[in-house]
């Protein structure tokens, strides 16, 4: 059968292994993963790997006052916007190797292979490393490409504080990574990211490509209860003002609320502070984050509405304060269709199974969405295994999601003859 045209145009799948492999040495975890948390040391060292090589292959390296990284390379018309490719090198504490790392690498792989073909576009091509997608160390997630779309104040993302409460913004600035272009004033043509699953369909269903049509929306409800400190030992059952058995009933009550709306939805929760966290002391205070997620708006807004309300009564009936504040939120998102469909006849026209998908996981690419046509490619993940540090992909898949980007990002930016 005779190959398409621009069909053998494949990126160089060994080239991308070696950058993810390097990448991977900087900021690594205990277990084979990556501990390379946003603005420490290792995302300074990560970031600066990153700009040399971008400045490697002649693109030019913008930075905004978030730290949000903008490798250029240019296109042939210079009143063209650029087609952006995004995602984050930051990890989270148990990190994998190619959580965000994939989508920053594989766009910059597409620009080394468009150098390699001497392949001209009309729209320049931007790779783009957003500070903080994580929202592991300075809530919430997605904080500078927040910032970036407007939905965040810069002042707001400045002043949050990670749990030895030092401030973003000082942090920021002790790595040596404030920009000077002010926050959202580039203007995308399209936008474009390429990201592991996270999760188990592809692999399950031996398909190599996401059609990512959708994105879940997201709640992060931070509860604060306050309980009565006292002697675990010498306080009877009767006279305690017990937190923690309140904390213990809120679990239960967010896994029975999720579970009551299946299908498609989740519920749960993956950090706790007790306070003061001593063994044979009641917590005096207990602070933790309640995630909820689901593609219907509807539904997403009642589970809200159903853990605010049941978690009040269950800290009335045992005497608990209890107050809480939406630290996180995006409603569920509908990604561009024609870039969508370019990411499908990509997949098609390169051979590659697919199928669409929705993301169970938040990405840059939510709130690129809000200011840019935008879209996203899965490629499989092993077991469906993410944020851990245990996470795996092939060579091969992450070579064919890269050779769907390079596809889709041509058609878009336009080859110039
Ligand atoms: O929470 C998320 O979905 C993303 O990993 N920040
Ligand atoms: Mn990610
Ligand atoms: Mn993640």
Redesign the pocket.
């Known amino acids: 059968m005779v190959a398409a045209p621009g069909e053998n145009l494949r990126v160089n799948g060994d080239r991308l292994w070696d950058m993810l492999m390097e990448m991977a040495k900087i900021g690594p975890g205990i277990a084979g993963g990556n501990n390379r948390q946003t603005l420490t040391d290792a995302d300074g060292e990560g970031r600066h790997l990153f700009k040399t090589w971008c400045e490697a292959e002649g693109m030019t390296v913008g930075v905004d006052k978030m730290g949000t990284m903008f490798a250029t390379r240019p296109g042939t018309d210079p009143d063209a916007l650029p087609v952006y490719i995004g995602s984050h090198l930051d990890t989270q504490p148990t990190g994998g190797k190619f959580?965000g790392v994939l989508g920053v690498l594989g766009g910059l792989e597409v620009v080394r292979t468009m150098n390699d073909l001497g392949i001209r576009t009309k729209h320049p091509v931007v790779v783009t490393n957003w500070t903080n997608?994580?929202?592991a160390r300075f809530a919430p997630?997605?904080l500078a490409s927040g910032v970036f779309a407007g939905v965040h104040s810069i002042d707001y993302a400045y002043a949050r504080k990670d749990p030895e409460g030092k401030a973003f913004g000082d942090e920021l600035k002790r790595i040596g990574w404030v920009g000077d272009e002010e926050v959202g004033t580039r203007k995308m043509h399209a936008y474009f990211e390429y990201h592991i699953e996270q999760g188990p369909i592809l692999e399950a269903e031996d398909k190599q490509i996401g059609v990512v049509t959708h994105c879940q929306g997201l709640w992060w409800l931070e509860f604060t209860l306050t309980g009565r400190e006292a002697h675990t030992g010498s306080t009877p059952m009767n006279m305690r003002v017990n937190a923690g058995l309140a904390m213990s009933r809120i679990f239960e009550m967010v896994q029975e609320v999720a579970m009551s709306e299946q299908p498609g939805a989740v519920g749960g929760v993956g950090q706790v502070f007790f306070s003061p966290n001593s063994r044979n002391v009641l917590p005096g205070k207990v602070v933790f984050t309640v995630d909820i997620r689901t593609p219907s708006q509807e539904k997403l807004d009642r589970m809200r509405a159903r853990i605010e309300t049941r978690a009040a009564e269950i800290c009335e009936k045992l005497g608990v304060g209890c107050s809480v504040e939406a630290v996180g939120h995006f409603d569920p998102v509908t990604f561009d269709p024609v870039l969508v469909g370019r990411v499908r006849e990509a997949a098609e026209k390169l051979g590659y199974s697919h199928r669409d998908i929705i993301s169970g996981?938040?990405?840059d690419a939510c709130w690129a969405a809000k200011v840019a046509p935008a879209t996203m490619i899965f490629c499989p993940c092993v077991g469906g295994l993410s944020?851990n540090e245990a996470e795996d992909i092939s060579k091969e898949w992450a070579a064919a999601g890269a050779d769907v980007l390079f596809h889709a990002v041509l058609e878009t930016a336009e080859i110039v003859e």
């Open positions: 959580d997608e994580e929202g997630a997605m996981a938040g990405h944020h």
